[in-house]
């Protein structure tokens, strides 16, 4: 099983950034998509939810400024960020939760927002 994350950069506050995850290994359409992020110094937090029956939510602190979507054909999540704040630096990492209930991570991409 892979996830491919990728996306990350430096924006300046205010900006935008699109994170894209690639699967393969699972049933894709079957799996719950999330992406958490992690800041230097702080645990790990879930941002967005996709579930595989079409459900999605956010953390309040993301609430209608991220967007998390998927496409079940290019095994593929993202999450578009916009009105980034310099507190949205983190590493953002992919996880999957398969059909049977087992959890992968992708390998984390780094968001620097600056001030």
């Known amino acids: 099983v892979q996830l491919q994350a990728s996306g990350g950069g430096l924006v300046q506050a205010g900006g935008s950034l699109r994170l894209s995850c690639v699967v393969s290994g699972i049933i894709f359409r079957m799996s719950d998509m999330n992406w958490y992020r992690q800041a230097r110094g702080k645990e790990r937090e879930l941002v967005a939810t996709?579930?595989?029956?079409?459900?999605?939510n956010y953390a309040d602190s993301v609430k209608g400024r991220f967007d998390i979507s998927r496409d079940n054909v290019k095994n593929t999540v993202y999450l578009q960020m916009h009105d980034l704040k310099p507190e949205d630096t983190a590493v953002y990492y992919c996880h999957a939760r398969s059909a049977v209930r087992r959890n992968y991570w992708g390998q984390g991409t780094l968001v620097t927002v600056s001030s």
């Open positions: 996709s579930t595989s029956g079409g459900n999605v």
